[in-house]
């Protein structure tokens, strides 16, 4: 056996009581070997496209209702949300169109009613249309801990013919929570920071939707 390979396995014995009782020792190995696996994006599952194909251009846009504008501090909530999944889904070579040119897009056209109208506009193939229906800092019955939450529906509607209206090709529901496993003490965490930390966190939610990501990457979000 290769000299690294009997150091990892040694390592994961070792590792093993200190984990959890009964642990799998070859799983263990297998993880320090090759590092946790991937995931396969739900909307290549789903579709068997990705949106990192070299025709796919992609327009992101956001709606949140005005009840959940009208809260402090959520006035450019959607504006928000479309940046930070933009920018996540651009870190994963998908090709986007600068969010600014969309948000000012829907600004001009406030009656717009397809997405297919955002995707003739932003000449792009595919439009990631983001509804969000909650959003919450703070952990239920509380008003000191705090525990993001957020609802969205996640839709993608594509041009398959030039100069045809775009399609609905995918739908998931998304329901995101940060802390995954307690909530946090507003004495010990600002508010604020909290804000964006959780922000993050949902763009992420979302754009793991269109590109892979580790079963590992979850453990930090837990506390």
């Known amino acids: ?3 690294p390979r009997r150091i990892a396995i040694l390592a994961a014995a070792a590792l093993c009581p200190l984990v959890m009782s009964g642990c799998n ?3 263990i190995a297998a993880y320090l070997i090759s590092g946790p696996p991937s995931v396969e994006p739900d909307f ?3 579709t068997r496209t990705s949106l990192t194909d070299e025709d796919v251009t992609v327009a992101v846009a956001c ?3 005005i009840d959940l504008r009208a809260d402090i501090g959520n006035e450019t909530l959607d504006r928000e949300i479309a940046r930070l999944v933009t920018s996540k889904l651009t870190l994963n070579k998908v090709k986007v ?3 600014n040119a969309v948000r000012q897009w829907l600004a001009r056209n406030p009656d717009w009613e397809e997405p ?3 995707a003739e506009a932003m000449q792009v193939s595919h439009v990631v249309y983001i509804d ?3 959003f919450s800092l703070w952990e239920e019955n509380s008003a000191t801990l705090l525990r993001g939450r957020a609802d969205a529906i996640v839709t993608v509607h594509a041009v398959e013919e030039e100069g045809e209206d775009a399609v609905e090709i995918y739908g998931k529901d998304v329901a995101a929570k940060y802390p995954l496993a307690v909530p ?3 004495s010990v965490q600002n508010p604020g920071r909290f804000r964006q930390e959780f922000m993050l966190r949902l763009a992420e939610e979302i754009g793991r939707l269109f590109y892979p990501h580790w079963n590992g990457d979850d453990f930090s979000a837990a506390t």
């Open 63 to 65: 709606y949140v209702p």
């Open 1 to 3: 056996m290769p000299k």
């Open 132 to 134: 969000i229906s909650r």
């Open 116 to 118: 297919g109208q955002i």
């Open 97 to 99: 169109r600068d969010p």
């Open 25 to 27: 020792l070859f799983m």
């Open 184 to 186: 946090r003490d507003s």
């Open 44 to 46: 290549e599952v789903a």
